[in-house]
C-alpha cells in the first residue's frame, strides 16, 4: 500500500484475529488474500458454500462452512475477533437480483446476526460490503448520468428487494454506533470485476458475462453476441485490487465510522462499449443481438468520488482496460479448465 491511510498492517498486531465472512466468494476471498499477503497470522474465513466451490482457498487461513443466516453460527464465526468483514450475500447480476429479490431481502438476516455477535463478541471494527443498488432510482433514469453522491440515497427509493435490504442493513450498522459505540465501517460498491469471481451459472455480473460470451462465440464459431438491453446504459466497473485496498482503507479511518461512502470507478462506460473493449481484446467483431426483454438494471450509474478523494486522498483509479485483460485471460483459462474436464470454483446455483 503506498498511501499513508492508516490500514490493518499499520494498527494492528499481526496475531489479531481477523474473520471475513463470504470468503468463498469474488471479493472476500480476494480481501482473505489480501490480509494473509500482508502477514496476518489468524484469519477466520467463512462461507455457507462447500471448500471445493471456493474462488480462492488461502493455505493457513481458518476456512469455515457456516450459514451465516443462523445466529449460532454468527456468534461461533466471531468468537475472538478483533475485526469482522461481512460480504456474506445472496446476490449477483442483474438478472438474479430482478428475478431473486426475496432471496435477496434475507441477506439481512446475515448482516443482522453477525453485527449482533460481533457486538456481544467485543469486536473492536466491523465493515458492511454495502451497494450502489442502495442509491434512489429516480435518480439513473438516464445513461447520461450525474455521478450518484452519498447523500443521493435519501429520500429513499433503493432498488427492489437487494438495494433495500443494503440500505436497512447499513441503518442497523449506523445505530450500532450510534446507541452502543460499536465502530461500523459501510462502503457503498459500484460493480465490481475482475479474476476470481462469477463467470457463468446465473449470477456473473456484466464484464464477466460478456467476456464468456465472447470466448465462447469464438470457440463456437458462432460469431454472434447477445446483450440485454440497448447497450447504451452506463455503469462504472472497479478492480477487484482497488476494491480490497480501499476496504482496508476505508475500515481503518475514524473520520468514516457509521458513515456510508462510495467504492467505486469513476471511468463511465456504455455497455455497448464494454463490448468493444472485449472484442478488442479477444481480436473478434461479433454481430450484436440486443434482447430488449432481458433485465438491464437502471439507465446509467456512477460514482461521484469527491467525498473518498477528500477523505481518503485516493480513488479506485486502474483503468477499466487494463482490469478487463486481466479477467479475460482468466475466464479464458477458466473456460479452458471446465472444457477439459477439470474442477474450477462457482457460484451457488440459481
Ligand atoms: P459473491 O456472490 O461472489 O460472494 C458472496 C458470498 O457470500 C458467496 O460465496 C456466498 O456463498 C456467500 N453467502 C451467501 N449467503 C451466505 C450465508 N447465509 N452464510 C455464509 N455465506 C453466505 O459476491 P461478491 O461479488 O463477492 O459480493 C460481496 C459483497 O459485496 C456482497 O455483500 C455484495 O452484495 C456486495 N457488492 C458486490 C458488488 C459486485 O459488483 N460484486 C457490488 C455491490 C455490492
Known sequence: MTLNNPTAASMRNKDDLIVIAGAGGFIAGALTQHFADQGFTKIRAIDKKPLYKWYQWVPGVESLCLDLEYRDNCHRAVEGAVEVYNLA???????????????????????????????????????????????????????????????????????????????????????????????????????????????????EKAPAALTRKVIEAQESGVMEIDIWGDGAQTRSFMFIDDCVKGIDMISHCDELIATPINLGSSELISINDLVSMVEDIAGVQLEREYKLDAPMGVAGRNSDNTFIQQVLGWEPDLPLREGMEQTYNWIQQQYADRAAGLPTPAADEK
Open 89 to 203: 450475500a445472496d446476490m449477483g447480476g442483474m438478472g438474479f437480483i430482478e428475478n431473486f429479490r426475496v432471496e435477496c431481502l434475507r441477506s439481512i438476516l446475515i448482516n443482522t446476526h453477525l453485527l449482533q455477535a460481533s457486538y456481544e463478541a467485543g469486536v473492536d471494527r466491523y465493515f458492511f460490503s454495502s451497494s450502489a443498488c442502495a442509491y434512489n432510482i429516480d435518480l439513473q433514469q438516464d445513461p447520461n448520468v450525474r455521478a450518484l453522491k452519498e447523500s443521493d440515497a435519501y429520500p429513499a427509493n433503493a432498488e427492489r428487494g437487494y438495494g433495500w435490504e443494503k440500505l436497512m442493513s447499513e441503518i442497523f450498522c449506523q445505530e450500532y454506533w450510534a446507541e452502543r459505540k460499536m465502530k461500523t465501517f459501510i462502503a457503498r460498491f459500484h460493480n465490481v470485476y475482475g479474476p476470481y469471481g462469477s463467470w457463468d451459472g446465473g449470477r
